[in-house]
């Protein structure tokens, strides 16, 4: 599975953005796809993540910001962020894991997001 990231940038507090992920390879067997961040000198770190069916789990400092979503027929994965804060700045990850083995985790190349205060 190729994992293609797109919609980072520069953002200024309060404001909002958008990532895409489309996934291409063996999208027929994926399963969950979610959205990770890695800031300066920081572990990655999970922001959200969504289940074949819908069901969705947010880190607790995302929480009513953020809203992961999914196109199955287009094997693409979003994050609508919304509430940008300048702790929110990182380098996001999509990623997705496959019903069948190798189950992943695979892992997009990475968009940065910055939001000024």
């Known amino acids: 599975v190729q994992l293609v990231e797109s919609g980072g940038g520069l953002v200024q507090a309060g404001g909002s953005l958008r990532l895409s992920c489309a996934a291409s390879g063996s999208t027929g067997s994926i399963n969950t796809m979610g959205w990770s961040r890695q800031a300066p000198g920081k572990q990655r770190e999970l922001v959200a993540a969504?289940?074949?069916?819908?069901?969705?789990n947010y880190a607790d400092s995302v929480k009513g910001r953020f809203t992961i979503s999914r196109d199955d027929a287009n094997n693409t994965v979003y994050l609508q962020m919304n509430s940008l804060k300048p702790e929110d700045t990182a380098v996001y990850y999509c990623?997705?894991?496959?019903?069948?083995?190798?189950?992943?985790?695979?892992w997009g190349q990475g968009t940065q997001v910055t939001v000024s205060s």
């Open positions: 969504i289940r074949t069916g819908g069901s969705t």
């Open positions: 990623h997705v894991f496959l019903l069948i083995a190798p189950y992943g985790p695979y």
